[in-house]
């Protein structure tokens, strides 16, 4: 019964999962307002409308690059056909007519049944497009009033326990938010170290759009784990492309530089101010986090990692070892094991 009943509701306890991490984020920020004098849901509010902001800036900011990228693509379009054609009756055969070739294809069947099926498949990722906002708006609403009601939200499921529960379930509650405040200002450090490093390397390069591209590489290389810095890479390499080639190869090999800098120099310094987790652990949880919940769940890892981690570092039992492991002899670890074992016959002989 229990079983069929979270398949059942798998979504909703997926939202419900996403919103707790997210009010863990957030709440360090509120906590500050509310001890400044502000009312905790008008602090609430004004982080939203902050992020709101934010998110908004930077996606009419983008939106301008690849809108002047498309139009500039237009443009050069029956130049770059032409240079085109012109290379390839050069260098494949002289008879080759992109006009005729295009005229063929748009008149075959085959093409015509590939626009219908793009039509569909536009149909489908509009009801994806709903369906996902729909979400979003689902997470942002829990988030808010888990956020906004967070200590009334905590008395009232301590007044359900017994006084040691109570205490558990504060703990867990203040591990959770410390270990993803540590893990937001982590990131958000870094994303200014990265947006200025890369302002300044773009703007040398003389690549266009160099304000943008940096937030964006920032943003991106630091909140997708793994792969973010690759993924981060691909549109100031396509912008650099289009103007200069020699330029895009610059860009890459300052990019990977920078990637081995900020992950053997920067990241630990900051991690370890901030919130630290081993890096086998961080890519092993970035692997389960993709394989449970796609990439929300990456996203989610390094938290829930760190979360977890805290909660084990507090409550598991430590004990002191007793064998130099980090001189390890397996003969004098053979002599003390048979030193042990004559001492425990002797001890039953005496018996």
């Known amino acids: 019964m229990i079983w069929w009943l979270a398949r059942r509701l798998s979504s909703l306890l997926v939202i419900l999962f996403i919103s707790i991490f997210l009010s863990f ?22 982080v939203f409308l902050l992020i709101i902001a934010g998110i908004t800036s930077f996606g009419i900011a983008m939106g301008q690059v690849i809108a002047e990228q498309i139009t500039e693509l237009v443009n050069e379009a029956p130049d770059r056909v032409a240079s085109l054609e012109t290379w390839l009756q050069d260098n494949v055969d002289d008879s080759i007519d992109l006009n005729e070739l295009q005229r063929t294809v748009s008149e075959s069947g085959e093409f015509r049944g590939s626009v219908t099926d793009f039509a569909g498949g536009l149909v489908d990722f509009g009801g994806a497009v709903v369906f996902a906002l729909f979400d979003i708006f ?46 937001i200002v982590s990131r958000l450090i870094l994303v200014i170290i990265a947006f200025v490093v890369h302002w300044v390397a773009f ?14 590489v920032g943003l991106v290389s630091q909140f997708v784990p793994v792969i973010g810095t690759y993924v981060a890479a691909v ?34 310094r900051v991690a370890s101010q901030t919130m630290e987790v081993h890096p086998a652990v961080a890519f092993g949880s970035v692997l389960a986090g993709t394989a449970i919940l796609g990439p929300v769940g990456a996203l989610l890892a390094l938290p829930v990692s760190a979360t977890l981690q805290g909660f084990i570092s507090t409550y ?5 070892v007793e064998v130099d492991v980090g001189a390890f002899d397996p003969a004098a670890i053979a002599a003390g094991a048979d030193s042990v074992a004559a001492a425990d016959v002797a001890d039953q002989d005496d018996e």
């Open 316 to 320: 598991a039992l430590r004990y002191i």
């Open 25 to 46: 984020a957030l709440e360090p920020a509120v906590n500050s307002l509310e001890r400044r004098g502000v009312r905790r849901g008008l602090g609430t509010g004004l």
């Open 203 to 216: 703007e040398l390069l003389g690549v266009r759009f160099a304000l943008v591209l940096a937030i964006w």
């Open 138 to 183: 689902t997470i942002a609403l829990f988030t808010f009033y888990l956020v906004a009601e967070g200590p009334k939200f905590r008395r009232t499921i301590c007044s359900l326990l017994p006084p040691l529960q109570q205490k558990t379930v504060l703990e867990i509650w203040n591990i959770g938010t410390a270990k993803t405040g540590g893990y």
């Open 235 to 268: 549109l100031p390499v396509l912008i650099a492309l289009a103007d200069r080639p020699i330029s895009a190869v610059w860009v890459v090999v300052f990019m990977v530089v920078w990637q081995q800098v900020e992950n053997y120099v920067i990241g630990p």
